[in-house]
Each structure stands twice: as C-alpha cells, then as structure tokens.
C-alpha cells in the first residue's frame, strides 16, 4: 500500500538555526513528491516538488528537499529558520499522470523559537 | 488568475442531517479534487472530478457523493452525518486530470464541518 511517513510530531528549533522536517514514502512506481503548508484556519500552500532531474530541489521561502530514491525520502531543510516559518507541514506523494490523488503524511508541526 | 473559493468557511449541523460543501475552481483548472482532514491527521482523498466525472474515489462510503458543473465548479454532499464526520473539507483543483508539474494542485482554505 502506498503511504507517506512523517516520523516527528513537532519540531523546535531557534530562530536562524537550520531546520528539517523529515519525510519519507513507500509507493510503487516513480513517485511526485511534494510539500505543503499549512497555517491556521488556511487551507494548504505549494512549497516544493520533485517530479524528475536534480535530487536537490528549492522552493518558496529559501525551503529545500533532497529527493534519496535509496532510502526513499524527501526530507524539508531551511539554512535559517524564522518565527515566520512556525506552521503545519505536510509532505504528500502522487504516481502523477492522469487522474492522481495526493497522499499525504500526518504533518509536523514546526515551532521556531526567538 | 483567481484561486480556489470553497463556501461555506464553518458550519454545524446536527447527526443525521444531509450537508452540501460549494468549490469555486482556479480559473482554467477542469480538474476537482475533495480531502477530509481530521484534527490532527493530514488530509485524505474522498474523490476527484474531471469534466464532470468522477474519475477517482478513496475510501469513503457512498454516502459521500459530489458533482462537478459545466463551469467545473463542484459540490460534495454528505447524507446521514456521522460525529466522525466532523473535518475540515479541502477543495483542490488542478487543469487536465492531474496534479500540475509546477505545483501540484490549488487548495482552497476549507470548510470546518462540525458535526453535534
């Protein structure tokens, strides 16, 4: 069954420390992967995805994601957190193609401290 | 472009009773997709619309239904609510059939569904 792991509940780090929010996936196939966030009373937000090409790919507000199809994860990094970045993390997997649904983690919340 | 409209923002209603959730699609998206996202868990996929088909439905019993419209807007409705019902309920719409390249799909904010 295809699933999507997201080992951390929360995550606390102080703020202009680097971060990460660990991600990883079980699917057959090649998979789309992708991060979204979520404040609160929001609805989600694209940050970044990984369809093909360069394992490291870079989104939104200075996130990156390091794409390891050996350990099959796909994990958030940020060389310097904020106070602003404090929010819901979802990373989500799709086979792509046609008709395609997400399949999402169960979040982590990052809280970045001053 | 215009994002993605999803009506009501909260509603309560009480179990048993029938529930209509309204999506707004983003302009030029045909595509229409519903997620439940119970507290404290990432959404789930209910079903997805293309060209006012359904062409995709996750786990959830036939009491959840929806349509799309000519203009691709969409509806989801859920008859004889369940306590367990109670979620916030994601639109998310994406232009032929998939989730675009470049970013996926375009969520809309929710609708906070309280079942008492």
């Known amino acids: 069954a295809q699933s999507v792991a997201q080992p951390e509940d929360q995550v606390n780090v102080a703020e202009g420390n680097p971060l990460t929010v660990k991600c990883t996936y079980s699917?057959?196939?090649?998979?789309?992967l992708f991060w979204y966030v979520q404040y609160p009373n929001r609805g989600l937000q694209f940050l970044l995805k990984?369809?093909?090409?360069?394992?490291l790919v870079k989104g939104s507000y200075g996130f990156e994601a390091e794409f390891n199809k050996s350990q099959t994860s796909f994990h958030l990094k940020k060389p310097s957190a904020l106070v602003s970045d404090s929010a819901l993390y979802f990373c989500?997997?799709?086979?792509?193609?046609?008709?395609?649904?997400?399949?999402f983690g169960a979040g982590t919340r990052l809280a970045v401290h001053p | 472009e215009t994002g993605v409209t999803q009506s009501p923002t909260h509603l309560i209603k009480t179990r048993g009773q029938q529930v209509t959730l309204r999506c707004s699609s983003q302009?030029?998206?045909?595509?229409v997709s519903w997620y439940q996202q119970a507290l404290g868990q990432g959404p789930q996929f209910i079903f997805q619309?293309?060209?006012?088909?359904?062409?995709g439905r996750g786990n959830f019993p036939p009491r959840f239904s929806g349509l799309q419209f000519p203009n691709y807007s969409s509806e989801l409705n859920v008859n004889a609510l369940e306590l367990d019902d109670s979620a916030l309920y994601l639109c998310?719409?994406?232009?032929?059939?998939?989730?675009?390249?470049?970013?996926?799909?375009?969520f809309g904010s929710g609708t906070r569904l309280t079942v008492v």
């Open positions: 699917v057959s196939g090649n998979p789309y």
């Open positions: 619309y293309y060209r006012e088909e359904e062409n």
């Open positions: 302009s030029g998206h045909n595509t």
């Open positions: 998310a719409s994406s232009p032929n059939g998939g989730p675009r390249m470049d970013y996926g799909y375009t």
């Open positions: 989500a997997v799709s086979l792509g193609g046609g008709y395609n649904k997400l399949i």
């Open positions: 990984y369809i093909t090409g360069d394992n």
